[in-house]
Structure formats: structure tokens, C-alpha cells
């Protein structure tokens, strides 16, 4: 990750959604004459230039952790942190994961499409074409399968890539906490009713667990994501976050695509993913929201040979940030990364904590043509301006996504 291969006086080709040349003006000019002689005679008028000189070019990045099909944003908990209001007490003031659940549940499929659908415009505008969406606040069938339906609406009507993920696996929901075996009987709704009905609506890519001490055991998780695997799905898991339970070393075992959060990970987690092929994907906007001071081991991570991923974790309780450059300067900033990993982080690494390192997250011939463009005149720029808005454009597929 020490070399982000960022090259100077270069020109991009781009047909039909794909980037076929990367060099020299006159290379590139080449090759896409190679394209016109072999085809539509009109192709050299339609092809359009546009000026980059003295600004910075870099894949579209990729944002692959995010929870953004949710309702009411939770800014009423920031202040009661602040004061000094532990999970319990916000719990008890009706705030927490639950009240987004509640929230969740009474809104129409309608309702969340128009506030899931704006969140993505503002994703894009900080240089993201590629976000990763989970569902997670309905906890009940019908719930999840709102979300997840909110999630292909805006994966079908977006220029950007949208990649959905089931997370039913987030939180045991209150009304399955009364009695004995709720908690049981929860988990048995999610493999026998959930997943299958997911996997059959292909609704979702990859399935995701809350792995963690009080939420989801290490054995349940396992038995969750095998059932998931068994249901043609592949498989992320949040670990790690407050207490190095094994987490990472599951997700490794289990040949998960990524594990996610990784705060706590032990030299045993760390051990794990460095010797698999699992993504460690940071939140570090997260820790810096709630106000604390640990963050993920990343340099530890990048240093015992793990792909590291960065994303921004986008969520109402925990890290309400659309502004994935901002987690990149977190990423320098406090988990001491150079810019060079910090620009993998977002594109090459988050395409493969995706399953998406063939086809996007870089610049080079035969990628999709997904691509930002900055007003920046050094790609150190774009941490450095921490919270500013940078981007100028941004091209999915090789068509628009955003411009300033
Ligand atoms: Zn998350």
C-alpha cells in the first residue's frame, strides 16, 4: 500500500463505460481512433474532451460500509453523549438502535426511498460512485425486506454503483427480548425465514452480522453466515468494535470478504486477517463521532501484510457522514496512514472488500469508467482540506454523477 501509483501528464480514455486507455495525450488518441476506425464511422465527433489540467484525477471512490435506508436522524443523542449519557441512559431516553427500529417500521417504502435517495446525492458529492448499502433497522421480515426493496430502487435509478447487503443480524429486537428464548428464537427466524427469503428475492449480495459481546455470539454469527453462504450469499461481519472477541479471526476462518469496525482487534485478529484474503475495513469516522480516543491497530494491519479498507460507516447513531475524504483524513490524521494508503483505502482496497477488485477502484484499461476529478493540484490535497468539499465531477460507468 506505500505506492498509490499517482502519475503526472497523463490522459484517461473512456468507451462505452469502460476506460480503454490510460497515458500520453497521443497515446490515448490512438487508441480511441483504433476504436473509431474499427466501427461507427461518426465516433470521432462524438467524442468528448474534457480539460483536467493542474487538478487531480483519482478513481471514484468506493464507500463499502454504509447504513443509509434509515428515518428520523438521531442528533438529539450527540448532545446527551456530550453530557455524559452512556448506551444504557440514551437507550432509556428512547434513544439508541432501537428508536431507529421503531422509526423505521412506521415509515412508508415511499418515505425512505426520498430520504435514501437524497443521502446518496450527498455521498456522491464528496467523490463516492461506489457505496455499499445494508439493511438493519427493521429486524422483521417485512421490515428488512422494505429496506432492502428501498436499496434495489435506488441501486436501479442511481448512476453510481449501489451494492446491498442484509444485516437482519444486527440487534436481538425488543419484542423478541421478553421470555427465555427470544434471542433464539429471533436467530431462528433469520435462517429459516429471513435469509431464505432474501436469498430467493435476490435482494441482497452479501449478509452481515453484529458480531459482538451482547449482540451477536461468535457461534451465532457462525451459524448465521453459514446459512447465508448456504444461500448463494457472501459474507461481512461487523468485529471487533469494543471487545477483541475473535471476531476477525471468524471472518478470516469463515473466508468472509471483509471484516468490518476491528477497533479491538487482537494480535491474534490481526494474525488472521493478515494471513486471508478478508478485507479490514476501518470506521474510523465512528470512534472520532462518539468521542473516543481508541482507534483501529491500521498501521499494525498494513505493517503484518492486511488489505485495509476505509469507509465512512454512514449510520444515524454512530457516524452520520456522507464525506468519505473526511474519513481519509481521520485515516492520516489518527490512524497514522500515509495519503498513498489512504487513496487505496477508498478505491482498490474498498472495491475488494466489495468483491469489486476486478472491475472498479482503479484507473486502468478495462476498468469501469468511474472516476472523480478534484480541485486539488496534489492528491495530498485531499485529506489536507479535512471536511471541504473538493470534488468537482464524478463519472460512474462513464456516465455523470455529480458536478459542482
Ligand atoms: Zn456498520
Redesign the pocket.
Known amino acids: 500500500m506505500a505506492d498509490a501509483g499517482i502519475r503526472t501528464e497523463v490522459a484517461v480514455g473512456i468507451d462505452d463505460g469502460l476506460i480503454v486507455a490510460v497515458g500520453t495525450m497521443t497515446d490515448v488518441e490512438r487508441e480511441l481512433a483504433n476504436i473509431e476506425r474499427s466501427g461507427d464511422s461518426e465516433y470521432h465527433a462524438q467524442c468528448e474532451y474534457i480539460d483536467c489540467a493542474g487538478r487531480v484525477v483519482t478513481p471514484g471512490l468506493v464507500d463499502s ?1 454504509t ?1 443509509a435506508v434509515f428515518g428520523r436522524p438521531r442528533y438529539d443523542e450527540q448532545e446527551l453523549r456530550a453530557a455524559g449519557a452512556g448506551y444504557m441512559e440514551i437507550a432509556q431516553k428512547g434513544g439508541g438502535i432501537h428508536s431507529s427500529v421503531r422509526d423505521l417500521r412506521l415509515r412508508s417504502e415511499d418515505d425512505l426511498l426520498a430520504l435514501t435517495r437524497a443521502r446518496l446525492q450527498r455521498l456522491a458529492r464528496y467523490g463516492t460512485t461506489t457505496v455499499e448499502i ?1 439493511s438493519g433497522y427493521g429486524l422483521s421480515i417485512e421490515d428488512e425486506l422494505k429496506s432492502l426493496r428501498v436499496i434495489a430502487s435506488v441501486q436501479s435509478e442511481a448512476n453510481l454503483r449501489v451494492v446491498p447487503t442484509w444485516l437482519g443480524a444486527h440487534e436481538i429486537p425488543q419484542d423478541y427480548r421478553s421470555g427465555p428464548d427470544g434471542r433464539r428464537r429471533y436467530i431462528e427466524q433469520l435462517v429459516s425465514e429471513q435469509l431464505p427469503t432474501v436469498a430467493r428475492e435476490k435482494l441482497a449480495i452479501f449478509a452481515d452480522v453484529f458480531c459482538e459481546p451482547g449482540v451477536f455470539t461468535l457461534d451465532e454469527t457462525r451459524a448465521i453466515l453459514e446459512t447465508a453462504r448456504g444461500r448463494g450469499l457472501t459474507l461481512k461481519l ?1 468485529a471487533d468494535e469494543l471487545e477483541p472477541s475473535g471476531g476477525a479471526e471468524l471472518a478470516a476462518e469463515l473466508g468472509a470478504t471483509s471484516a ?1 469496525h476491528l477497533a479491538a482487534i487482537s494480535e491474534a485478529g490481526i494474525a488472521a486477517l493478515a494471513s486471508s484474503s478478508t478485507v479490514a475495513t476501518l ?1 474510523p469516522g465512528t470512534m472520532f463521532f462518539l468521542g473516543r480516543t481508541r482507534q483501529a491497530p491500521a498501521r499494525a494491519l498494513i505493517e503484518s501484510g492486511a488489505v485495509v479498507a476505509l469507509a465512512t ?1 454512514f ?1 444515524p447513531g454512530t457516524s452520520p457522514t456522507p464525506n468519505l475524504p473526511l474519513i481519509m483524513t481521520i485515516g492520516v490524521s489518527q490512524l497514522h496512514m500515509s495519503v498513498a494508503e489512504v487513496l487505496l483505502a477508498t478505491t482498490v482496497n474498498g472495491a475488494a472488500a466489495l468483491g469489486l477488485a476486478g472491475s472498479t477502484g482503479q484507473i486502468a484499461s478495462g476498468f469501469s469508467a468511474d472516476v472523480a476529478l478534484w480541485e486539488c493540484e496534489d492528491a495530498r490535497e485531499i485529506p489536507y482540506w479535512y471536511g471541504d468539499a473538493r470534488c468537482v465531477a464524478t463519472w460512474c460507468r462513464g456516465e455523470p454523477v455529480h458536478t459542482a
Do not use: R
Request: charged share 40%.
Open positions: 460500509h447504513h445494508k461487523h468490518d470506521l460507516d449510520n
